[in-house]
C-alpha cells in the first residue's frame, strides 16, 4: 500500500517563498504520477503541480513562474518549491500518488493528510 506525508508548510509574509516535501513510501512502479493539490478554505480541492514519471511537471496557470516541481526519485520525495507567495496561494496542500506495476494492472493511489500554507498579506 503506497503512502504519502507532507511537510513544509507555515505562515509566510506575501512575496515571500516556502518548500514543500511529500515523501512517499511504499511499492512505487516506474510508472507513476505525483502532484500537490491546493483547497482554498470553502473551495474544492485544485491541481497546483503534477509529475507523470520521467516526464516535465504541468503546472496551473495560477502559479506557473511562480512554483517548481521536483524529486527526488532515490528517497521518494517530491517537492514543490514556491515563491512570490500570493494570500490567495493560502490553504491545504495535498500530496497524491498514484501507480501502477502496468498498464493494464490497477493502480494504488493515497493522499497526504495536507500541510497548511498561510501567507499573510
Known amino acids: 500500500q503506497v503512502q504519502v506525508v507532507e511537510s513544509g508548510g507555515g505562515l509566510v509574509q506575501a512575496g515571500g517563498s516556502l518548500r514543500l516535501a511529500c515523501t512517499a513510501s511504499?511499492?512505487?512502479?516506474?510508472?507513476?504520477?505525483m502532484g500537490w493539490y491546493h483547497q482554498a478554505p470553502g473551495k474544492q480541492r485544485e491541481l497546483v503541480a503534477s509529475?507523470?514519471?520521467?516526464?516535465?511537471?504541468t503546472y496551473a496557470s495560477s502559479v506557473k513562474g511562480r512554483f517548481a516541481l521536483s524529486r527526488d526519485n532515490s528517497k521518494n520525495i517530491l517537492y514543490l518549491q514556491m515563491h512570490n507567495l500570493k494570500p490567495e496561494d493560502s490553504g491545504v496542500y495535498y500530496c497524491?500518488?498514484?501507480?501502477?506495476?502496468?498498464?493494464?494492472?490497477?493502480?494504488?493511489?493515497?493522499w497526504g493528510q495536507g500541510t497548511q500554507v498561510t501567507v499573510s498579506s
Open positions: 511504499g511499492t512505487i512502479f516506474a510508472d507513476n504520477t
Open positions: 497524491h500518488i498514484r501507480t501502477r506495476r502496468t498498464f493494464y494492472t490497477r493502480a494504488d493511489e493515497a
Open positions: 509529475s507523470v514519471s520521467e516526464a516535465s511537471p
